[in-house]
C-alpha cells in the first residue's frame, strides 16, 4: 500500500496537563440512569477539547472531606504523591467557551465513588477536573464509521455523530436498559443507530454489541470502527472486526470504559491489543 492510500493514522494532540477546582451549577436527569453536571468557573480559562473522545479525570473527594487531594504537577507531568487524588475518567459532554460551563454525563450504576458522587450531585459542590492530557484526532476521510457504546460510552458516541462531517454514513448501536434511557442527538451525518435494550441484565454483561456487530452490513470503502464499554466484552468484538472483518489497526479503536468487579479500570490496560 502506498504512503498515499494509507488509512490515516490517530495522533495525539497534548495539552498543558492543569488542574482545576469547579463548582457544581446545575445537575438534570439526562436518563433515568444518567445525571448531567455541569460545573462552571473562571479556572475553566484556557480548557481545550477538539477531539470525541476526549475526557478529564473527575477528582473525588476523601470520604467525609469537602475538597479533592490536588494532583501534584511538575514540568507538564503528574508526580507522584504521599497522597493522591481519587480520580475517575469521564468524558466532556460539552464545553461552553463562552460561558465556561462543562457538562458531565454521569451514570449511576450503583456503587463506586463516581456513581455515589453524582447521585449526590448538588449545585454549590465543588470537584476537581484534571485535563484533559490530550485528544485523540483522527481527520474525518473515511467512508463509513462503525460505532458502538453502553452507557458510559453514550457521551463519546455522541459526540463522535455530532462531529463528524455532513452525509457520512455512520452506522451506530447503543445498548441500554430499556427505552426510557434512550437519547436524541443532532447530526448532519447520515446516520443509522440501534438501540439495544438489556432489560434487567446487568450491565456489561450482555454480548448485544457483538451480535449487533456481528450482524451488520458494513458499506464498501475505508472504514472506521470506534467501540467503548464494558472491557470484556468488546474483546471478541476487536478481534472479530479485525479478524474476520479484516480492518486494519488503524481502522480500529476498541476501549474498555470500565471493567467488571474492578474499580477504577485503567483503560490504557488493553492497548497492547489494539496492535
Ligand atoms: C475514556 C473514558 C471515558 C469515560 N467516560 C464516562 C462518562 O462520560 N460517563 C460515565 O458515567 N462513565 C464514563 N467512563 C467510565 C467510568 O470511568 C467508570 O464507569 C468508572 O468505573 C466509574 O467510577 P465509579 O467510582 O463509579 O466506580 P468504580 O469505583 O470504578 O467501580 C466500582 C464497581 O462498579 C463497577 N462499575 C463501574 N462502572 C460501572 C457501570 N457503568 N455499570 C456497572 N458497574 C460499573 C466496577 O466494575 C466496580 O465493581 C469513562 C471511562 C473512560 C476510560
Not at 5 to 15: K, L
Not at 59 to 81: I, K, R, S
Not at 172 to 178: L, R
Not at 234 to 259: A, C, F, N, S, T
Request: proline fraction near 7%.
Amino acid at each position: 500500500m502506498t504512503t498515499e492510500s494509507a488509512p490515516p493514522r490517530m495522533r495525539i494532540v497534548r495539552h498543558p496537563l492543569k488542574y482545576r477546582l469547579l463548582e457544581v451549577t446545575k445537575v438534570d436527569r439526562v436518563t433515568p440512569g444518567t445525571v448531567r453536571v455541569t460545573f462552571a468557573g473562571e479556572a475553566l480559562e484556557g480548557f481545550c477539547e477538539q477531539a470525541p473522545t476526549d475526557h478529564v479525570k473527575l477528582c473525588f473527594p476523601e470520604p467525609g472531606a469537602e475538597l479533592p487531594v490536588e494532583p501534584v504537577v511538575e514540568n507538564d507531568t503528574w508526580m507522584d504523591a504521599p497522597v493522591e487524588p481519587i480520580t475517575r475518567d469521564y468524558t466532556i459532554r460539552h464545553y461552553r467557551r463562552a460561558e465556561r460551563e462543562l457538562d458531565i454525563d454521569m451514570v449511576l450504576h450503583g456503587t463506586g465513588i463516581g456513581s455515589t458522587w453524582a447521585e449526590q450531585a448538588e449545585p454549590g459542590m465543588r470537584l476537581g477536573v484534571f485535563g484533559p492530557r490530550g485528544s485523540e484526532e483522527i481527520d474525518f476521510v473515511h467512508d463509513w464509521y462503525l460505532l458502538a457504546a453502553e452507557e458510559t460510552a453514550l457521551p463519546a458516541l455522541a459526540r463522535w455523530i455530532e462531529m463528524l462531517p455532513a452525509g457520512v454514513k455512520v452506522i451506530a448501536f447503543a445498548e441500554v436498559p430499556g427505552a426510557d434511557d434512550e437519547q436524541e442527538f443532532r447530526t448532519v451525518t447520515d446516520l443509522d443507530l440501534t438501540w439495544l435494550h438489556r432489560g434487567s441484565a446487568p450491565a456489561g454483561s450482555t454480548d448485544l454489541l457483538e451480535r449487533a456487530i456481528r450482524a451488520a452490513e458494513l458499506p464498501t470503502g475505508l472504514g472506521f470502527a470506534w467501540i467503548a464499554g464494558e472491557a470484556t466484552t468488546l474483546k471478541p468484538i476487536r478481534r472479530h472486526l479485525r479478524g474476520e472483518r479484516g480492518l486494519g489497526k488503524e481502522q480500529v479503536d476498541v476501549d474498555g470504559y470500565w471493567k467488571r468487579g474492578v474499580a477504577n479500570h485503567d483503560h490504557h490496560e488493553d492497548d497492547h491489543e489494539q496492535a
